[in-house]
């Protein structure tokens, strides 16, 4: 079941796993008044600047408050797969010379 | 002996139990570490604070011996020895029974603190079963307290609620609550269908003091009044034993329940595929 949506990539997250994707986002919301949406556009934008250096595995990115004594502290768990080519489009070998050499 | 509270106190430890979210098994804990603490030789009171809504009194089974309860004594209609119910299945441990007739504003933080000053000198363990909720009853329940502990079932509600919880007692600058994670059914956490112990742990980031798996016996020997750490038979009474002995210092490595799914169920999955 679970295992082979996984090596198939149709990931259908367990019950589980969305408790505590939820959890973790009302719970940001609970400890510091930043709104559940705030926090969600908070963590897309967070998601988008990242992707454009690396790639990552946008389906197991966390983005949390932890309660501290003092301080709350936004914490992101980001999955890195890969760092991304220095240019989206695919090209010849020596780009990046090319590139370093122009600026 | 290193014990659940690290500082130094006059007597006993006052320990409250609490959870935010109703239903979840305070006073079935209560009742339990209760009766596992005095069965390993711990002189313990067990403390209603549910005024109004008294049932730690029927779980334990001594619901027909009340004569006065805690009000009558805050109020000096009744001494503590009166007001002090005896278990007469282990001689270590008492009961001090909630008010029915009356409510929450019975009782202020102040009163609670003074009973439980008294209370100390005679027991080592003070267990108040704290109510639901964070209102009065949550408040005068936490005020004696020289250490919190949160039942959490591993749910969303639970899990947020005790969150809630554990913030207003740090606020209370007491000392960061342990968590009992109570009803856990392991083999719904195999199948990624609960939260597992360790994103519990992960989501509230305090200390586990235990697991309870999720227990038939816990039904029947409530019906009964006759608690199951009383024997050692049933999952969720060992559970509350291996508590018990860490309460009381005791090195007691944490286990992962052993998974309920009986021959049964594992046999009808097997065909299903």
Redesign the interface.
């Known amino acids: 079941m679970?295992f082979l949506d996984r090596i198939f990539g149709r990931s259908t997250p367990?019950?589980?796993?969305m408790?505590?994707e939820?959890?973790?986002l009302?719970?940001a919301h609970?400890?510091t008044d930043i709104s559940p949406e705030t926090l969600n556009v908070l963590k897309d934008e967070i998601v988008n600047v990242i992707s454009k250096h690396v790639e990552i595995d946008r389906e197991h990115v966390e983005v949390t408050f932890?309660?501290a004594?003092h301080i709350n502290r936004l914490v992101a768990n980001i999955p890195v797969i890969r760092p991304r080519p220095p240019r989206a489009k695919p090209s010849p070998r020596g780009t990046r010379t090319a590139q370093t050499s122009k600026s | 002996m290193a014990s659940l509270l690290p500082e130094d106190t006059m007597g006993g430890q006052v320990i409250t139990i609490t959870s935010g979210k109703g239903g979840v098994g305070k006073t079935t804990a209560t009742a339990n570490l209760g009766v596992a603490l005095a069965r390993r030789g711990q002189r313990v009171v067990c403390v209603d604070a549910d005024i109004g809504l008294r049932n730690l009194d029927v779980v334990l089974g001594l619901e027909n011996r009340i004569v006065y309860d805690l009000v009558d004594v805050i109020e000096g209609h009744a001494k503590l020895r009166q007001a002090l119910i005896k278990d007469k299945r282990l001689p270590e441990l008492q009961l001090l029974p909630a008010a029915q007739k009356r409510d929450k504003t019975a009782v202020t933080d102040k009163q609670m603190i003074k009973l439980c000053d008294d209370l100390k000198r005679e027991f080592d363990f003070v267990l108040i079963d704290s109510p639901a909720g964070i209102e009065g009853g949550f408040k005068y329940s936490i005020a004696p307290s020289d250490q919190v502990i949160v039942i959490v079932t591993p749910?969303?509600s639970s899990?947020?609620d005790a969150?809630?919880v554990?913030?207003l007692v740090?606020a209370q600058e007491k000392p960061t609550p342990k968590l009992v994670i109570n009803r856990m059914r392991p083999s719904m956490?195999k199948?990624?269908?609960?939260?597992?112990t360790a994103?519990v742990l992960e989501?509230l980031?305090v200390e586990l003091l235990g697991i309870v798996p999720e227990d038939e016996a816990i039904i029947t020997s409530t019906n009964k009044g006759h608690p199951v750490a009383l024997e050692d038979h049933s999952p969720a009474g060992v559970a509350f034993t291996r508590i018990a002995k860490r309460m009381m210092g005791e090195d007691v490595p944490f286990q992962v329940p052993e998974d309920s799914e009986g021959l049964l169920d594992r046999f009808s999955r097997l065909f299903r595929r």
């Open positions: 679970g367990s019950s589980a796993n408790a505590k939820r959890l973790q009302v719970l609970d400890r932890s309660r004594a | 749910e969303v899990v947020r969150d809630r554990i913030g740090e956490v199948r990624g269908e609960m939260l597992a994103d989501i980031a």
